[in-house]
């Protein structure tokens, strides 16, 4: 079974005026309960000696109240049981304290320090600034389900913890603390416990609120208090700094800061990576993203449950947010995850048979899920895994599968708390490897050995031109490639050239199968088609044009947090390095008159199958010939759906509307090739179609007749693939023959 979630407990007026003859009959009903009647007997006493000393003034330390006409500042640990964030009378405040946390007189410098010492920020103090902070914190435990923060409150205190676990939850931007719904608002939660992680930077940046709930996870949390005062002791800049940033900071401010940062400082964040971790569970059993692409950046055993032929171990996971660490949490880039699980082992009666999964902070992409979408896996050796993420072997290769079954899913705002469960296959040994992954894998490293497969295969062809040259290197220092193929006899009579690029948005993995499927098409020597195409065309391609955002994991933005497909219209060298360069390549190919098609490949969540979109025109014979393209698409393509076209850019949708529609690709190259009219995107859904289409017999050209059987069941519709002449679950097999 799945645990409860921990509510924060109400302390009523009747509660906190409770008679010493109450206690002593709850003292008697409960004297089988040791725990509780030891937690009874800690407050009784702490109640008596505040009450009874003046060493510990309760007023003074907490600092309820701030003398202010704008606003009153909340202590921390009145909310604990303050739902309505008003703030209480000096002697409630008290109370509430005794009965709900159990404060420590003695305050241990020593520990206080090493604590300090932990947290990233604040250890870079001196010695001496770091012992008067140490001096004046106050540790404080709290309660299973006791809140520490409430969000929206506006405190001025910082917290470090000490020792057990924390719960962290975020809401929507905008959410109002008094919203009956607040729950339904929540946007992530994710756990905490490791010693020295600090919490409220907020309150000694500024008066904003507080931007999270913290509540106590266990009866042995227990945290330092940094209050007010203290903060002018040390010299608490880079927390501060790092706090305003969050709350003030615009993007392009935020682009101008990260650009400016010291050498130094980008090596440093060049070499983090939130979203690559790495989780140890008993048994053997461990979760990690920590290889490229991966996305996973907590998690949590739940439970472990006994099942018919086993154990089902259920697990709570969150992915990391685009972008990090670069820029502080964008919730919109929270879609896509990739991590393997190893140490499962078939022939322990212990070992898991079924293992469930709770993504708890899911950007919504709930038409997908309509769709039948279901995440992948990849079962492999410890060998094949070493030599997976090491990029020696392609994962665009591997037999991926879908997980059978539903994703189950909770609405959180926009976020969704989806489910689903994997099954051990009886052969996974402990030292094998599962591959989870949103969608079909297509990392960095699959890019660059794609590049050395085709350059392979090239090679052993006299007839054929092949070039890669490195175009640019993107704001992290990772190479962005132009591809240029085609018969050399093509490139001595200047042949027109098609231009293709893809993978703007980082998450967009269909877009690279697509090209990889026009990749092998061109490398198949010796086929009719192949032959014709490069003998007629020359094909350059920028495969990856966002290979920051590829080999971090993220879902659709760059480092800096953009969307690079909207800045095409005036794109920065030094800010947008692989667009800037893309422009220039394509646009010097149209001066020399060379430019005959440019497509962009992406990926769809919501629009369903695969489809050409291209620009308004004006000249209907123009207009014609751009839509003889897709329809003949439709005549040779199972998959492509000429009816869900789109031929004029005047449907196009802006979600965003910060994106500048004259920025983005489509209209930018249009423009710039003076109104070329075989401009287009190319999209595919990540899941499905609405149609297919039942093609004609193909004919052998070489020996004038029909072929009575498809080369591939892909391209026959009366395979299995489409039962009942429905659109299928696309594979990437599917992805790549629609390339």
């Given amino acids: 079974m799945r645990p409860s979630k921990p509510s924060p407990l109400k302390l009523s007026n009747t509660n906190r005026e409770e008679s010493s003859a109450s206690k002593q009959q709850r003292g008697n009903d409960d004297d089988n309960n040791s725990e509780k009647n030891y937690e009874l007997r800690e407050f009784e006493k702490i109640e008596q000696s505040i009450s009874e000393s003046s060493v510990f003034d309760l007023d003074t330390s907490l600092k309820t109240r701030r003398e202010s006409s704008q606003c009153d500042r909340i202590s921390p640990l009145n909310s604990i049981h303050n739902k309505q964030l008003s703030v209480g009378s000096k002697e409630d405040i008290n109370k509430s304290i005794i009965n709900k946390s159990i404060i420590k007189d003695d305050i241990n410098v020593t520990e206080a320090m090493a604590l300090l010492q932990k947290n990233p920020q604040i250890k870079r103090q001196t010695e001496e600034e770091l012992r008067k902070l140490a001096t004046d914190m106050k ?67 500024s008066d904003k609120p507080y931007t999270a709930t913290i509540e106590a996870v266990d009866n042995a949390c227990e945290l330092y208090i940094i209050e007010a005062p203290a903060h002018e002791l040390a010299n608490l800049e880079p927390i501060r700094q790092q706090a305003e940033q969050k709350v003030m900071e615009d993007p392009e401010q935020l682009i101008e800061r990260i650009m400016k940062l010291p050498e130094e400082e980008k090596e440093r964040l060049r070499n983090t990576f939130p979203s690559r971790q790495t989780f140890d569970f008993d048994g053997g059993l461990q979760i990690t993203s920590d290889f490229e692409s991966g996305n996973l950046e907590n998690c949590c055993m739940m439970s472990k449950g006994s099942i018919s032929n086993g154990f089902e171990y259920e697990f709570d996971l969150w ?39 709770h993504i708890k902070n899911f950007c919504d992409k709930t038409k997908l899920l309509s769709l039948g979408h279901m995440p992948v896996y990849l079962e492999v050796s410890k060998k094949e895994y070493e030599e997976l993420i090491a990029g020696k072997a392609p994962l665009y290769r591997q037999k991926w599968k879908r997980v059978p079954g539903d994703i189950k899913q909770i609405r959180k705002g926009e976020m969704l708390d989806q489910m689903f469960q994997i099954n051990v296959s009886s052969s996974v040994k402990k030292t094998d490897y599962i591959f989870v992954s949103y969608a079909y894998p297509y990392t960095f490293k699959d890019y660059l050995y794609s590049i050395k497969e085709i350059k392979e295969k090239c090679a052993s062809n006299e007839a054929i031109h092949f070039e890669s040259r490195e175009l640019v290197r993107s704001l992290e220092g990772r190479p962005v490639h132009l591809l240029t193929i085609c018969s050399k006899r093509a490139l001595i009579n200047q042949k027109p050239v098609i231009f293709l690029t893809g993978r703007v948005h980082s998450g967009e993995t269909p877009a690279s199968y697509m090209i990889q499927g026009i990749m092998d098409k061109l490398t198949e020597f010796g086929q009719v088609q ?75 969540c919501s629009k369903r199958g695969s489809f050409l979109h291209d620009n308004t025109i004006a000249d209907p014979s123009l207009k014609y010939e751009s839509m003889m393209i897709p329809k003949l698409m439709s005549l040779n393509c199972v998959n492509f759906d000429f009816r869900e076209c789109i031929f004029s850019d005047e449907k196009s949708k802006l979600k965003n509307p910060n994106d500048d529609k004259e920025g983005q690709v489509l209209s930018s190259i249009f423009k710039e090739t003076t109104n070329n009219p075989f401009t287009y995107t190319f999209d595919i859904n990540y899941t499905t179609g609405l149609r297919i289409n039942n093609l004609a017999w193909r004919y052998d050209v070489i020996n004038d007749k029909k072929l009575l059987k498809e080369e591939s069941p892909i391209h026959d519709t009366t395979s299995s693939i489409y039962k009942g002449m429905k659109p299928p679950i696309f594979t990437q097999e599917i992805y790549a023959d629609v390339g």
């Fill in 139 to 205: 540790p404080i435990k709290f309660r299973k389900g006791d809140v520490i923060i409430r969000y929206g409150e506006v405190c001025e205190n910082h917290f470090i913890l000490s020792r057990g676990k924390i719960k962290i939850t975020e809401y929507e931007p905008g959410t109002s603390p008094a919203d009956v719904d607040l729950e339904d608002k929540i946007v992530t939660e994710k756990f905490v416990s490791e010693e020295g992680q600090g919490f409220g930077k907020l309150a000694i940046a």
């Fill in 319 to 357: 992915i990391s947010s685009d972008s990090q660490p670069y820029v502080p949490q964008i919730e919109s880039g929270r879609a896509g995850f990739f991590f393997a699980i190893t140490g499962c082992q078939e022939d322990v009666a212990q070992s898991p048979k079924v293992l469930s999964f």
């Fill in 530 to 604: 192949t032959e014709i195409l490069l003998n007629h065309y020359i094909f350059k391609m920028i495969p990856m044009l966002n290979p920051d955002g590829v080999a971090r994991g993220y879902w659709r933005l760059d480092t800096l947090g953009l969307n690079l497909n909207s800045y095409y219209k005036d794109p920065s060298r030094d800010v947008h390095p692989t667009i800037w360069a893309t422009k220039d390549a394509v646009t010097q190919e149209h001066k020399c008159g060379k430019l005959k098609m440019y497509v962009d490949f992406h990926a769809r």
